[in-house]
DNA sequence: CTGAAAGCGCTTACAG
DNA sequence: CTGAAAGCGCTTACAG
């Protein structure tokens, strides 16, 4: 029995060859006689031979693993990235180191550097929400680790970058609920300040303004962190008078907290008031009424990123690019 | 400008000193002038010199990463064992290479190996729907690779073990429904032969036998798969007369299902009728009305899980064990 | 306390 | 087509 796993020394002495030979065997190069290789191939198979990644890429500066940071990876959204990332690296034979910020600059900081020193061959983040500097990215460049940042991008980072349109999706909520008659349409925003919120926000606004729609500011109310208090924001927006006759929201789970406060309020949906979510959660095909919502492509953001990233790695190439994916409006019951 | 990163061959030029001395000084070895130490210290930060991780690696036969594998990353109760394991990496100074096997024994046995080949220093895994056989389990104990398994676990698989209690989960739960008064409790399992399920119910008939209440074969029902068809089971369970008047339920999703189809019958959750569901999803909280459920600590057991791997990795122990981790009853309004 | 040497497992010019 | 040699960046007995 060997106690450790077989080399290529093993292999070269068993066969009474060199080890150059071996390695020339092994790795399908031209320039090697077809029956040494298949001798090699073998007996590499009947010992169970695997080439030891390790020492592979310290001669070939190059470890085929691929660094990648979240704010959470415990967030619908994020985990969907990651499935696609982690659906394409075994197919491409890359690997993922992945790294969680939750959601903390410096911790952020703290991972991308022992993501560096494990020698990756390229780096994808979505940056926490304090993340300001683009300081930890340079410092990977100058190594020559390529970024791609997806989803929460630094929008003057000097590198790729694979986002989602959000406003375009906001975009066309709104004007699915104009065109089903809606002229009251609230709208309950996110945490301000930041680009989700924001950029949903424009989404509304532009969709009112294409259709000639005056905004009303108390028509529009902002909940403070994502999942708490939408309930004093959608009190808001439903005390305006005249009430709304439609609500977009920022994320699913305030929509459906709103359901309830609309039941209690005597009032139907859809029949009196029409609402739309966003994100596509499981649960929103469950509710009853089944929400509306728009859905945003996690698992194709993910791939598309790696396999970017990979692009960037094996070409060298150093052109920054933007790729824009898009969002699927999912019509329920809750809007029609 | 250096083009590459800084070795400790630059160091020991730099200084006039051997490699080894660097290395030495470098890794705070004992036999070592601390004058020397110093200098060295102080020029690598200078220098910012990194150690090369992949060298090391190769030298100490040991690589630090720990390889994971999931039935799927984007599921909720996963991402959050992930995410534990992933804090409690960082902190203990490991690397996670995570794949997924989307439930396929090939892909779950390809990932193996391919996390095998990377010289993984141990294996944490979750097994697939499919996954009967420990084959791999027992091909990376041979390699001297110790496995922890979680959550799904294979019962006789030879290696420690990682599991949250969700059959006293259930029973608990259905205890709770018993004190409050309910004799007709109905359960809604999930599909058949699967551990969960089988836990699950478990729980619910031990509850039902300790309390001395008859198991009657029409409150209780399937679901062929997790998230569809949930409304066949509970309509099955509804039109058992008398009718029930508490439900069970195998997860949170189901139970919302439930939630409209039981208001359309005319009954009042939870006056006329209690539910209870399992895992604790956002969502729960949400619904109206909120949901009493069972919480499982995912976080916690990815925490646990990587703990105790970290342990047989540094202290080469054999010893197997078996960690139950206990689940919370989370009781809100629709059990009150 | 320090240095020279061997070695981890592989790849890749270079000579033949 | 094959082999000897050097090297990737580090660690660790071994001598001194």
């Known amino acids: 029995m060997m106690q450790r796993p077989p ?44 080439p030891n990644f390790i020492a592979q890429s310290l001669v070939k500066k190059q470890t085929h693993i691929i660094g990648v940071v979240v704010p959470s990876i415990d967030s619908n959204y994020f985990s969907e990235a990651l499935s696609g990332m982690t659906d394409c690296a075994i197919e491409q034979n890359y690997h993922l180191m992945i790294c969680q910020s939750n959601e903390n600059e410096v911790l952020e900081n703290k991972s991308i550097r022992k993501l560096l020193s494990c020698n990756i061959d390229g780096l994808l983040i979505s940056v926490s929400l304090q993340t300001k500097s683009d300081n930890v990215i340079k410092e990977a460049q100058k190594k020559h680790v390529p970024v791609v940042m997806f989803d929460r991008i630094i929008p003057g980072a000097d590198c790729t970058k694979v986002i989602v349109n959000e406003y375009e999706g906001a975009l066309k909520a709104v004007e699915h609920l104009i065109k089903k008659g809606c002229k009251r349409i609230a709208h309950i925003g996110g945490p301000k300040d930041l680009s989700v919120s924001e ?23 902002h909940c403070k962190s994502f999942e708490e208090d939408a309930i004093g924001a959608i009190r808001k927006v439903m005390n305006a008078k005249p009430r709304p006759d439609a609500i977009f929201f920022i994320n699913d789970l305030s929509a459906i907290t ?27 095909n469950v509710v009853e009424p089944a929400l ?22 094996e070409s060298k190439s150093t052109e920054r690019q933007l790729f824009e994916l898009r969002t699927t409006l999912v019509t329920r019951k809750s809007s029609r």
């Not at 080399?7 to 150059?20: E, F």
């Not at 029949?271 to 499981?282: P, Q």
């Not at 509306?292 to 790695?313: N, R, S």
């Open 7 to 50: 080399t290529i020394k093993d292999l070269a002495r068993a066969l009474n060859i060199s080890v150059s030979t071996v390695s020339r065997a092994l790795r399908n190069a031209t320039d090697i006689n077809p029956e040494t290789r298949q001798a090699v191939l073998k007996l590499a198979k009947e010992m169970e031979y695997e």
């Open 199 to 221: 950029n949903r926000k424009k989404g509304y606004l532009d969709a009112l303004a294409k259709h000639k729609i005056p905004v009303r500011e108390e028509l529009i109310a």
């Open 292 to 313: 509306t919502t728009v859905m945003q492509p996690g698992y194709e953001v993910g791939k598309l990123a790696l396999g970017v990233l990979i692009d960037e790695i």
């Open 258 to 284: 709103a359901i309830e406060y609309i039941r209690r309020k005597g009032l139907r949906i859809p029949e009196d008031i029409k609402i739309v979510g966003f994100n596509n959660d499981k649960v929103s």
